[in-house]
């Protein structure tokens, strides 16, 4: 190989190792994403709790003006924060591709959720107000949890979506959810 071939070559390994360790999980990473999603709602909530404290520590949520049902219980208050917060994780308004949004997994695109962030604001538009599906739906709320802790962890959105298909693969199976 000449040494101009080799000059060019070698830069663009090392950009490709550098990328691909960057943002590949470790194994410390990947064994806490699987603890994460084995853990019970109540577990997941707790633990979304101290990280959107840790990551937002003077945020004014009243300034947000839930209603009422946002404040079922302490999981559900979380999965809201996180839709707002952190709302391009869980969704962008009409767009229904798992390559960049993350589908719900219960039987909401029956009523036409394009992806998870429309189960927290009507329409899937934060400017549309707060919807009531995922204040019941103990899916949707699992689901925006997971995604956010697992982005926390620096988890990629493929990995995000690996570990939601993992999770929710019943229900994808049962339902035959999201085979377009």
Known sequence: MSKLKLLTVIPCIL???????????TDATRSQFDTIMDMPLKQLGQLA??????????????????PNYVYNDMETEMAYRVAVKNHRLLGIVNVSNEDVVIPCYCTCDSFGHDNLLYCFYK???SGNGFDEHGAQCAVCIRQALLAFLWDHLGATHEEIMAGMKKKFAPLIEKYHQHDH
């Open 15 to 25: 950009v490709a190792f550098l990328f691909t360790s960057a943002h590949a999980m």
């Open 123 to 125: 329409n899937g538009d």
């Open 49 to 66: 709790a101290k990280v959107l404290e840790e990551k937002y520590p003077n945020e004014d949520w009243t300034a947000h003006k839930f």
